[in-house]
């Protein structure tokens, strides 16, 4: 279950028409974007018999590898990532099948580093693309492969699993000339959204967690929404931070008291980033995992400039137990005997309520969505909220929420100052530009 609290109340400048109005284009799906809606019918990107099959095929790659390594970036593995690290113990058992990520950077040392486990260990490599030529993704992906080939030879076809467009792309063409097996990234729904289909669950399965229930949860927090309609806290979500926005603040600080859930906050922050940083609009979403940034954005949140809300995202029951040792009187030099017997998550949600007050003291208007426990149902529905809120959240804003235009610029010049084909005119105006500026 998750449940939302308006801390410093609810906040809903937005006429009722414009929400229901903005609502129901998304349920009729004719507003912007409306190719990219897949993703709204968890059960239909993710059917009973995909599930099994995605569930097989990580039991066959788990009884293969020790490592698997998901190579891709943004919506192609940020999903993944976060699901899995919010499932899984900090320190995992040795024998676990570990998760390894790559081609979410450029970084020679990191590919380097890597590179030498896999020398060591036995692996097998999921590759995420719909596009198949993400730099970043493609780049490590050639190396991943050569380096496959040459340790297992003509068993390499078994190890490297390929997740991408149905039938465009680079990818796609390289599976089926090598006879890797594929699955399929739908056309109607983007990166960023693609957590449950096989991009995310592919991953998850492979982890070892329970990607039925993920889906289903998902499904039900559809069917919640659906039944509740604009009163749902999905749409009270995006019509609170849209009146905030519209009142001036420009940032959004998603915060977690729990270390496993930075990944979450990632994954949120690529989901309303992407979606709706565009048009030089929209709120700038940041997070922070508190209590440890508490020592080093605290201060700000506490008394630095005004421009902030805070959304906190917590879990009312941790999954294991450790209280604060009782010590001697004369041991008790840390003065924490006054803790003595409690557990830590009672304090660390002391932390949290005292944060929450404080940081309302600071004139920062805040709300908490609380997750009942850190599990696969729970975090199913907390996705789902999030993707349909962010739908909502941008249309109220008056943007595509499904494209992501802005990000071929990058692209446009790495491509060129490395000389790609086609880019030759601008390679030649960049680099005069960066001469001038070291001159
Ligand atoms: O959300 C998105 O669409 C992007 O973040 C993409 O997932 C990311 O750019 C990777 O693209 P691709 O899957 O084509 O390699």
């Known amino acids: 279950m998750i449940t939302l609290h308006w801390n410093t109340g609810y906040r809903n400048g937005i006429p009722e028409t414009e929400v229901e109005e903005r609502f129901r284009t998304l349920l009729r799906r004719d507003g912007a974007g409306n190719d990219f809606l897949g993703w709204m019918d968890p059960e239909s990107i993710a059917p009973e018999d995909l599930i099994s099959e995605i569930v097989a095929e990580a039991e066959r790659l788990r009884r293969l590898a020790k490592v698997v390594v998901v190579a891709g970036i943004g919506g192609s593995y940020l999903g993944a990532r976060a699901v899995i690290e919010a499932l899984s113990p900090a320190y995992p058992a040795e024998d676990q099948v570990r998760i390894a990520y790559a081609g979410?950077?450029?970084?020679?040392?990191?590919?380097?580093?890597?590179?030498?486990?896999?020398?060591?260990?036995?692996?097998a490599v999921i590759v995420i693309s719909k596009s198949g030529t993400t730099t970043e993704t493609a780049v490590s992906f050639r190396l991943l492969q050569a380096h496959c080939e040459r340790k297992y030879g003509a068993q390499a076809v078994e190890r490297i699993v390929c997740i991408t467009d149905k039938e465009k792309g680079a990818l796609k063409k390289l599976a089926v000339r090598k006879g890797y097996p594929c699955y399929i990234l739908p056309d109607d729904v983007g990166g960023r959204y693609s957590v449950l289909t096989p991009v995310g669950l592919l991953p998850i399965a492979v982890a070892g967690f329970d990607i039925r229930a993920l889906v289903h949860e998902a499904a039900a927090m559809k069917g919640e929404i659906l039944k509740q309609g604009v009163a749902h806290d999905a749409v009270r979500y995006a019509c609170h931070r849209n009146t905030l926005y519209r009142q001036g603040t420009a940032i959004e600080v998603l915060a977690s008291f729990e270390p496993r859930l930075h990944y979450i906050i990632e994954w949120w922050k690529q989901l309303y980033g992407e979606s709706e940083g565009k048009e030089q609009k929209g709120l700038?979403?940041?997070?922070?995992?508190?209590?440890?940034?508490?020592h080093s954005m605290g201060q700000f949140m506490q008394e630095g400039s005004r421009l902030m809300m805070e959304s906190f995202l917590t879990v009312a029951s941790p999954q294991n137990s450790c209280a604060v040792p009782m010590l001697p009187e004369e041991e008790n030099l840390d003065q924490l005997n006054y803790l003595a017997g409690r557990r830590l998550h009672e304090i660390n949600r002391q932390a949290y309520l005292g944060t929450a007050l404080a940081h309302e003291d600071g004139g920062v208007p805040s709300l908490t969505i609380e997750l009942e426990r850190l599990d696969a149902e729970n975090l199913g529905r907390l996705l789902y909220f999030f993707e349909f809120a962010c739908a909502i959240s941008g249309y109220l804003l008056g943007v595509n929420p499904f494209d992501q235009p802005g990000v071929e610029a990058y692209k446009r010049n790495m491509f060129a100052l490395l000389g790609k084909k086609g880019y030759e005119q601008e390679g030649v105006a960049l680099r005069e530009r960066l001469e001038q500026k070291n001159a």
Request: negative net charge.
């Open 284 to 294: 700038f979403p940041a997070g922070v995992v508190y209590t440890t940034d508490l």
């Open 104 to 123: 979410n950077s450029l970084s020679e040392d990191d590919m380097h580093d890597l590179l030498e486990l896999l020398d060591r260990t036995d692996y």
